[in-house]
């Protein structure tokens, strides 16, 4: 077993043994163990991203020699989405290290929620991506259930419905898809369906059972409600995991499924599923945006805008070009730092002032200084402005689908940031100029490792911007062989 | 050959000027400096002194690095620092080009002397959170110069945005209802405008594959837009559109006269440091430097340009006659000397090009020395409208002579440098069509007749003893000798102004001293234009774009 495959296992099982861990002995603090199981995920992720980078694609097959088996399949963008979710999962530990939720119940879900994400990206089988969603949304439904709300419990089962109904829409569709293909690994799958031809109703139908399955695990308009609720009702860093680093995972397997089974050939062979899917994702980017004017409650505006920006980074994912689909992809990993990082900003300002609203933040900033800093940072990327993250993800989209003549995607990908611009200003403007006139807990009610945490994300927001091109340089040639046609 | 050819004289190779690119870290420091300084004073909050002190000498550091890149500038070397890619295809790149360098430096220049007097503003305003107030200034300011030093689309919108982001918390300052309510709505115009440049740069990148800078045009955009007009025409468009809001070309200037609810500093800075600044300069290099003047005229973008500033010339002085506002009425002055230097890009003729580049450094030391002038007034004698004016200038000669000195720039009188910047601007215009010198020599009278009555009134009226202003709505030729009281003043018939000698006690010296000091510049710049190396500098920028030699 090479170096790769173990790091692959070690990533994935590291968090799944420290939840055992958890359940197993509870003298020692959960906290700890979480902290440690996690800490060593993210090095191994490391690791495993560098040799990803260094010497290009993983594929590796578990099972019996010509009988059942589960194929592995990394590169450097599954290792991406990867990385996200463990330096969101660890960012947050040291948010609710005294905040809470603490105990048993939330972190066993917790540390299963960081192996199921893990599990969907490096997954190269398609029954392997749906055992890990259903894996996913069971943590998910739990560490709903963790919050102090009333009624989350009916929210948690509210969530269970809709995202099991998702995940089997999109079981529907693989299955389909295996009964013409023969096959549920996705490459292989996707030769076969070649052989069968692109335009054939069945390969199509399969494909729209998928793309529908997933598009509700992203909360794309107009299957977001879930979203919204479940962002809502949960506890703050849950919701970051919720907006963060959940629908990015449905992302990442949707673009798995576009590029590996059904590639750029089925795209340009059905231009009407194609142009349908893009700008459904653009009317979500709108929607969503609009959406989030009606909102004064902070984490009801961070729910709408999640919808927004997925449209926004399926949008580029379905341009398909390497320009594009890097943009997409970076967004992607900004997207998740700046909200998982924005929510529990929100998560500080309710602990110390109580407050939700707009009309609660005023005048914030007098006492809170760095809190309203990295509020006003992370709003900056959120909307786009240079040289954020957020701006340059947009910025090779906008330029990718130009280069493909898909001039309305990129009038409304810049557009965006203007109404973008709309809903979070007015609660910069309250933090800022409006009177303070609330209840103030005290410095001492939140810690500076709550604080260094969110202030360290919006500077990551501002360097991820600036080092785009490193990036670039690194997820290269994983988005050549995936917008390239497959050869085997 | 006519006098006018004679000007231009054909230079047989193009762009040698601006080819030699040389590594330095200069233009990088000129911009660090003010973002270094922001560090210290949010560091040294609770020390006024440290906070206080702080941008006047990074303001005199900043004036002293661009200085010294000035000699490279002129001997045709530009000190660049390129900081690697930034997005694919696109560097991180800043350098002192004559056309940046014109920017910077008067940017620099001013804002020693707002360092200075922001100093005497905020005691005599009693403003609050001054280390906002502070840092938010100093982002400005380093932003702007950024956005001069930009040597590409992209590194400019970077620090366009950040210039946004700086001026933001100033429009808004003071926190009321009717401050927060303009604070938003400038936002939304200048990132709407930001966000207008983005998609054009994005099409201009798509169609020339890169977003950098060239005299006469980024190579290989001319021909791609011979053969997509239609992109290149929204590209254009929507970057002029785009930088016209900062630059508050109408209809798109709605928010300046309502900004003026901002701090008088603030309104010297957003009128003549940076901001509008940043607008009109963002349209010279769209013009010059991105699609060049040769591609500018072939889309047809050239003379609707020049119609549409020559209107907000024109409109923007009526208005200005019709404000009783002092500050307003500035805003709308300014309104319409923005669109001075629009027109002379627009024309798209060397020496036009050449008084409108000087024009932003001529009207940038006039505005701020009159806005400066009305801060001292609202300061010592609450006097903020023209029709309080009367008999002011009893109280405050030297701030009064001063106003009576950036009035005169402003209306093109000559030995100040107003006149400088304007006599380029007819004899390049003339080129074009003689409506232009019209436009300008009806909007010089416009000037004289919206400055004039404040002056007048200020110096040779007494509260007991003036027309009711503004002028245009009372009679006409005014109401001499009359003996009623002015019913629109606030002074009664025995709260005369007590007379001061002018030296200089009418204010505190923080307030006075920068008032002087720009009258100054105003004078000198007007009498020795030649020698001040601004004009050298819109001289080398023209002689670039247009590959000729403007004497």
Redesign the interface.
């Known amino acids: 077993m090479s170096l790769v495959v173990a790091l692959l296992f070690a990533v994935l099982l590291l968090p799944a043994i420290g939840a055992l861990a958890v359940w197993l002995d509870s003298k020692r603090t959960p906290w700890t163990v979480a902290t440690v199981s996690l800490g060593l995920t993210a090095v191994a992720s490391t690791l495993l991203a560098t040799l990803l980078i260094l010497d290009g694609p993983t594929v590796y097959r578990l099972g019996i020699q010509g009988g059942p088996g589960l194929v592995f399949r990394s590169d450097a963008l599954s290792v991406t989405v990867g990385l996200l979710d463990v330096v969101l999962t660890l960012g947050i530990l040291g948010y609710i290290r005294t905040a809470g939720p603490h105990g048993r119940e939330f972190y066993v879900p917790y540390l299963l929620f960081t192996t199921a994400v893990f599990g969907v990206v490096l997954s190269g089988d398609l029954f392997g991506i749906y055992a890990f969603l259903v894996l996913l949304i069971w943590a998910t439904g739990r560490l709903v259930e963790c919050g102090e709300k009333a009624g989350v419990e009916a929210t948690a089962r509210g969530y269970r419905r809709t995202a099991t109904l998702g995940a089997s829409v999109y079981l529907v569709g693989v299955l389909l898809a295996v009964w013409l293909g023969g096959s549920s690994d996705g490459r292989r799958l996707g030769f076969a369906l070649a052989a069968v031809g692109y335009t054939d109703s069945l390969v199509i139908t399969s494909f729209v059972f998928m793309t529908v399955g997933l598009a509700l695990l992203v909360a794309l308009v107009p299957l977001h409600g879930w979203l919204v609720e479940t962002h809502a009702r949960a506890t703050d860093p849950v919701s970051a995991l919720i907006s963060g680093v959940l629908p990015a995972a449905a992302v990442y397997a949707f673009l798995r499924i576009l590029f590996d089974v059904f590639t750029l050939e089925f795209l340009t062979a059905n231009p009407a599923v194609t142009n349908g899917i893009i700008y459904g994702a653009i009317g979500s980017l709108l929607v969503g945006n609009l959406l989030a004017y009606g909102q004064r409650d902070i984490k009801g505006m961070l729910a709408y805008s999640t919808i927004s920006q997925f449209g926004l980074i399926v949008a580029g994912l379905l341009v398909a070009t390497e320009?594009a689909v890097f943009g997409s992809v970076i967004q992607l990993f900004g997207h998740g730092i700046v909200k998982g990082a924005f929510c529990l900003v929100a998560g500080l300002i309710a602990i110390r002032f109580d407050a939700r609203t707009i009309d609660e933040f005023g005048g914030l900033a007098n006492r809170a200084p760095l809190v309203a800093a990295a509020f006003a940072g992370l709003a900056?990327a959120m909307?786009g402005?240079?040289?954020t993250v957020g701006f340059?993800g947009k910025?090779?989209i906008?330029?990718g689908a130009?280069?493909q003549g898909l001039w309305v995607v990129?009038?409304f990908v810049?557009?965006s940031?203007?109404l973008t611009?709309?809903y979070v200003?007015?609660f910069v403007?309250s933090i800022?100029?409006?009177?303070f006139d609330g209840v103030d807990n005290g410095s001492q009610s939140i810690t500076s490792t709550m604080v260094a945490v969110v202030v360290l994300a919006a500077l990551l927001s501002l360097a991820i911007g600036?080092a785009?091109?490193t990036f670039?340089a690194f997820l290269r040639e994983a988005i050549e062989q995936l917008v390239a046609a497959p050869v085997e | 050959m006519s006098s006018l050819e004679a000007h231009l004289e054909w230079r047989p190779t193009r762009n040698t000027l601006a080819e030699v690119a040389m590594t330095d870290p200069r233009p990088l420091a000129a911009i660090a400096i003010a973002f270094f300084a922001i560090v210290v004073i949010v560091a040294g909050r609770r020390r006024p002194a440290i906070r206080d002190g702080t941008p006047i000498v990074a303001s005199l550091l900043t004036i002293a690095v661009i200085a010294s890149m000035v000699p490279d500038v002129l001997a045709g070397r530009q000190p660049t620092t390129n900081l690697?890619?930034?997005?694919?295809g696109i560097d991180?790149s800043v350098q002192a080009d004559p056309l940046g360098t014109i920017f910077a430096l008067v940017a620099s220049c001013l804002w020693a002397v707002t360092a200075v007097y922001s100093l005497g503003y905020v005691r005599g305003e009693g403003l609050e959170h001054r280390t906002r107030y502070t840092a938010a200034l100093c982002l400005s300011i380093g932003s702007g110069i950024g956005v001069a030093f930009a040597s590409n689309l992209?590194v400019l919108?970077?620090f366009y945005?950040?210039t946004t982001?700086g001026t933001y918390?100033l429009v808004?300052h003071r926190?009321t209802e009717r401050?927060?309510e303009v604070?938003?709505e400038y936002?939304?115009y200048v990132?709407?405008g930001?966000?207008l440049v983005?998609?054009g740069a994005?099409?201009v990148?798509?169609l020339a594959g890169s977003v950098t800078f060239a005299p006469g045009g980024i190579p290989g955009l001319a021909d791609a837009a011979a053969g997509a007009p239609t992109a290149a025409r929204v590209a254009i468009v929507a970057m002029l559109a785009g930088f016209a809001v900062k630059g508050a070309i109408m209809p798109l200037h709605a928010w300046l006269p309502r900004a003026m609810v901002a701090p008088t500093t603030v309104s010297g800075v957003l009128h003549a440091v940076v901001v509008v600044k940043s607008g009109v300069f963002g349209i010279a290099r769209t013009v010059l430097e991105v699609f060049g003047p040769e591609t500018t005229a072939d889309l047809g973008v050239g003379t609707p340009l020049a119609i549409i500033a020559a209107a907000t010339i024109l409109l923007g002085s009526l208005l200005a006659l019709r404000q009783d506002d002092l500050k307003r009425r500035l805003a709308y002055s300014t309104v319409s000397h923005l669109s001075y230097v629009v027109l002379g890009i627009a024309v798209l003729v060397p020496a036009a090009v050449v008084g409108g580049l000087f024009h932003i450094a001529a009207h940038a030391v006039a505005k701020l020395a009159l806005f400066f002038c009305v801060g001292a007034l609202a300061i010592e004698t609450d006097v903020k409208k023209v029709s309080e004016i009367a008999g002011v200038g009893r109280r405050m000669p030297l701030t009064m002579a001063v106003f009576a000195v950036g009035a005169c720039s402003l209306a093109g009188l000559p030995l100040f440098v107003g006149f400088a910047s304007k006599w380029y601007l007819l004899v390049g215009g003339a080129e074009l069509s003689p409506i232009v010198p019209a436009v300008l020599v009806v909007s010089g009278a416009l000037n004289v007749a919206y400055f004039w009555p404040i002056v007048y009134g200020a110096f040779f009226e007494t509260p007991e003893r003036a027309d009711p202003k503004p002028l245009l709505e009372g009679p006409m030729g005014g109401t001499p000798g009359s003996d009623e009281p002015n019913k629109h003043s606030h002074v009664t018939m025995d709260g005369r102004w007590k007379r001061l000698p002018p030296t200089g006690v009418e204010a505190s010296p923080a307030l006075v001293v920068p008032l002087l000091a720009l009258a100054l510049a105003i004078i000198a710049l007007g009498i020795w234009a030649d020698h001040l190396v601004v004009l050298e500098l819109a001289r080398a920028a023209a002689d670039a774009s247009f590959g000729v030699i403007v004497r």
Do not use: H, N
């Open positions: 320009t900056i909307i402005l240079p040289p340059v910025w090779y906008a330029v130009l280069e990129t009038a810049v557009f940031t203007l611009l709309g200003i007015p403007d800022y100029f409006g009177t600036l785009s091109v670039e | 690697g890619a930034l997005v694919a991180l992209l919108v970077i945005e950040l982001v918390p808004a926190g401050a927060r604070g938003y936002v939304a990132i709407g930001g966000t983005v998609g994005v099409i990148y798509t």
